[in-house]
T-cell receptor, first 111, second 113 residues
Framework: GESVGLHLPTLSVQEGDNSIINCAYS??????FIWYKQESGKGPQFIIDIRSNMDKRQGQRVTVLLNKTVKHLSLQIAATQPGDSAVYFC??????????FGGGTRLMVKP | NAGVTQTPKFQVLKTGQSMTLQCAQD?????MYWYRQDPGMGLRLIYY???????DKGEVPNGYNVSRLNKREFSLRLESAAPSQTSVYFC????????????FGSGTRLTVV
């Protein structure tokens, strides 16, 4: 079936470095993608989204890139901080259906 | 500015006991969802409610029932808890259905012994 997956289950970066978290999706009909951040003991929190008619979207310290040719989504975090330590999920939406969530990548920031 | 509120935050049940997880949202969203999250796995949809008065099964509905009490409240019931239902349960809401990101509650950690 269609699924959303992540390449790296754990990513460890040095404080101040840039982080890149990747996600592969298999449903070519998906038209809306979201990145969520989940801190320990909390619910997922919306970070940034992108629609399929775009290939890049920037927020505060975060950038999402969408490559529809290879069905790949990435989240870039600039100048990673200890507060960025969390599990990050990508999610896709297919034409108004339910969001499908990936398994998550844990980001660990070393001081 | 509460968003999505879930109660309780923690619960321990014995096998066979029943309980209801409560969820309320104050964002006037039409759609609400119940997910479970197991270690090393993503969020799996249990049930959802596209609008007040409607409910539908998600990916893993067996062993659960739901009630959309009104536009604000969406409850999840375990009639006879099993150890396999040990998990963290998240309620979420959105408007429209499936779109523009979901707002999640802080979760209920349920242990069935």
């Amino acid at each position: 079936g269609e699924s959303v997956g992540l390449h790296l289950p754990t990513l460890s970066v040095q404080e101040g470095d840039n982080s890149i978290i990747n996600c592969a999706y298999s449903n070519s009909a998906s038209d809306y993608f979201i990145w969520y951040k989940q801190e320990s003991g909390k619910g997922p929190q919306f970070i940034i989204d992108i629609r399929s008619n775009m290939d890049k979207r920037q927020g505060q310290r975060v950038t999402v890139l969408l490559n529809k040719t290879v069905k790949h989504l990435s989240l870039q975090i600039a100048a990673t901080q200890p507060g960025d330590s969390a599990v990050y999920f990508c999610a896709e939406n297919n034409a108004g259906n339910m969001l499908t969530f990936g398994g998550g990548t844990r980001l660990m920031v070393k001081p | 500015n509460a968003g999505v509120t879930q109660t309780p935050k923690f619960q321990v049940l014995k096998t066979g006991q029943s309980m209801t997880l409560q969820c309320a949202q104050d964002m006037n969203h039409n759609s609400m969802y119940w997910y479970r999250q197991d270690p090393g796995m993503g969020l799996r949809l249990i049930y959802y409610s596209a609008s007040e008065g409607t409910t539908d099964k998600g990916e893993v509905p067996n062993g659960y029932n739901v009630s959309r009490l009104n536009k604000r409240e969406f409850s999840l019931r375990l009639e006879s808890a099993a150890p396999s239902q040990t998990s963290v349960y998240f309620c979420a809401s959105s408007d429209p259905l499936g779109g523009y990101g979901y707002t999640f509650g802080s979760g209920t950690r349920l242990t069935v012994v």
